[in-house]
Nanobody, 118 residues
Framework: QVQLVESGGGLVQAGGSLRLSCVAS????????MGWFRRPPGKERESVAT???????SYVDSVKGRFAISRDNAKNTVYLQMNSLNPEDTAVYYC????????????WGQGTQVTVST
């Protein structure tokens, strides 16, 4: 069973940066689209950024120009570089994957907490 393990969260001041990592077990990482999602306190989970198996990124409007998603297939890892963080970015961040384009993402990791202070 594939496992996704996120890391890199923490407490940061507004304007700061963090880089999240998500390592996937298994040997078929390159065949999957990967995504980062977040659940702010008291809110629903939302998509933040996705990257296709061919490396094409996509972002929610609120993070465009501040966040960058990338992947290293040799390391079975997807990253989320987060710059110019603001308190509205506070959330538990999750990674997930999907095999079929357009299908729902699944195989959720346990999440990593990001807290942005003023």
């Amino acid at each position: 069973q594939v496992q996704l393990v996120e890391s890199g969260g923490g407490l940061v001041q507004a304007g700061g940066s963090l880089r999240l990592s998500c390592v996937a077990s298994g040997r078929t990482f390159s065949k999957y689209d990967m995504g980062w999602f977040r659940r702010p306190p008291g809110k629903e989970r939302e998509s933040v950024a996705t990257i296709s198996r061919s490396g094409t990124p996509s972002y929610v409007d609120s993070v465009k120009g501040r966040f960058a998603i990338s992947r290293d297939n040799a390391k079975n890892t997807v990253y989320l570089q987060m710059n110019s963080l603001n308190p509205e970015d506070t959330a538990v961040y999750y990674c997930a994957r999907r095999l079929i384009p357009g299908a729902p993402f699944g195989s959720w990791g346990q999440g990593t907490q990001v807290t942005v202070s003023t």
